[in-house]
């Protein structure tokens, strides 16, 4: 049932407003001088943002509605990356040649608005497609490993060199670390087989050479279920790095959420593994941030939005935000970079990484703090009253358009009983996790205090 009877939205306003309006408070109002909060005007860190290309064909309406995307990274945002243009088949479509053409006009782009450029990235497995010279190469044997480590010192060297003090930092490596779900053994030991146990190593250490001023970060995705398991190994791997002659500046968190938005995204979860990599001494940055709101994504049980998904969204933003800023000491936040602006240039959108068992006709996500006509999200004001130091607890979301929402929370029903189903069913979704940790339990049971201790509504 959708909000589309004038009383009922009477109702509906009256009915927030008597425990829900504090949702609004402050939220459009100025951040002095007359000029709107932003996220870069409230942050202690930077905060950053992905552009794609204009003619990207994975987004049908992002040339349509390009200036309107650049005009709000500028006005959010301190620095861009690029989602493709600094990736090794874009520069180096065959091994004697390169074509830095559109790479070249980004950056010149960039430095035009004065951002800080990040580069994305270095070394990537998922880079080597089944139709790349390098998956080629390596197939026929053409080079031995000396050939190979040679390639990717000038390959780096090279890269790095072309963009020194340019470009502020650097994903020498993504993702090394097997998934939680999904992969083969030793599908992301590409550069290791071609180039030697040390090749990671030697990567930091030539792009340090090329560019000793740059920042250098690890960066690895999915640290969902078992996460804490996952980051004990992501700091081992950065210490093994620095103990063999690299050195890793930053640990970043791919902050790409779904499958239990609710528990993955708890204060207490997201703040002990911050605080981990902070207290190991590196800098820490949380990238490519997306929130799904599918709880089983595969199945795409949620159809459309929900003003209890926008609410827990909202939650969720708002706990990621806090926890980075409570466990990383100011000196080590090295930013926070939402990964698209509006939904459809999301991660888990575009990406769609259950798009081969999707069930038919199922699923989207919304992942992001803009929705597809770029209004702010309940989402975006999470995030800012986090930046304030505000801690929020669950509460309805105040919505750009009650008519997009199905009518999931009507006013007999309890709020709070519908976010503890929501929250075990998130709980009973886990268990396609192999290996649950007790670490889950115990993140379950403080989202269900929360829950419990938020104020009627």
Not at 332 to 342: C, D, E, H, N
């Amino acid at each position: 049932m959708l909000y589309t009877n004038i009383a009922s939205r009477i109702v509906l306003v009256i009915f927030l407003c008597t425990g829900g309006c504090a949702d609004n408070d402050g939220e459009e109002q100025s951040g002095g001088a007359g000029a709107p909060s932003t996220l870069k005007s409230l942050a202690s860190f930077p905060i950053g943002n992905a552009v794609f290309s204009r003619d990207d064909a994975r987004f049908v309406d992002y040339d349509s509605n390009y200036s309107l995307v650049l005009d709000t990274i500028k006005a959010e945002s301190d620095y861009v990356g690029h989602d493709e243009l600094f990736r090794i088949r874009e520069t180096h479509p065959s091994p004697y040649s390169t074509d830095y053409s559109r790479l070249d006009a980004f950056v010149e782009f960039a430095e035009s608005e004065d951002y800080r450029i990040h580069g994305h990235n270095l070394l990537f497995y998922s880079d080597i497609g089944i139709d790349s010279w390098i998956s080629e190469y390596r197939s026929n044997g053409t080079w031995s490993r000396d050939q190979w480590r040679n390639w990717l010192e000038q390959y780096i060297k090279g890269k790095v060199a072309r963009y020194k003090g340019r470009v502020a930092s650097w994903d020498v490596l993504n993702e090394p670390l097997p998934r939680v779900l999904g992969d083969e053994e030793g599908a992301r030991n590409i550069f290791i087989d071609l180039a030697g146990n040390d090749i990671y190593a030697k990567a930091f250490q030539w792009a340090r050479e090329a560019d000793p001023q740059a920042i250098l970060v690890l960066n690895e995705f999915f640290l969902g279920p078992n996460g804490a398991a996952k980051t004990d190994d992501l700091i081992a791997l950065a210490d093994e790095i620095g103990r063999s002659g690299g050195k890793v500046d930053v640990i970043g968190f791919e902050g790409i959420y779904f499958f239990s938005p609710m528990i993955s995204t708890s204060y207490s979860y997201n703040y002990e593994r911050f605080k981990k990599a902070a207290d190991a001494g590196y800098m820490v940055t949380v990238s490519e941030l997306n929130i799904g709101l599918n709880t089983f994504p595969a199945a795409g049980v949620s159809q459309r939005q929900t003003r209890l998904m926008h609410s827990i969204q909202r939650k969720a933003f708002n706990n990621i935000v806090r926890a980075y800023m409570d466990a990383v000491p100011p000196a080590q936040r090295w930013g926070m970079v939402t990964w698209g602006v509006a939904d459809y240039s999301g991660f888990l959108r575009f990406g769609d990484i259950f798009k081969t068992i999707r069930l038919p006709g199922g699923g989207s996500e919304w992942p992001l703090l803009w929705n597809d006509d770029f209004d702010k999200k309940p989402a975006y004001y999470g995030f800012i009253s986090a930046l304030k130091g505000l801690e929020e607890p669950f509460k309805y979301a105040s919505v750009y358009d009650e008519g997009e929402l199905s009518d999931d929370l009507p006013f007999v029903r309890d709020f709070k009983a519908d976010l503890l189903s929501q929250l075990d069913i998130e709980k009973n979704a886990l268990i396609v996790v192999p290996s649950l940790t007790t670490a889950e339990d115990r993140y379950y049971e403080e989202v269900q205090r929360e829950i419990l201790a938020s104020p009627n509504q």
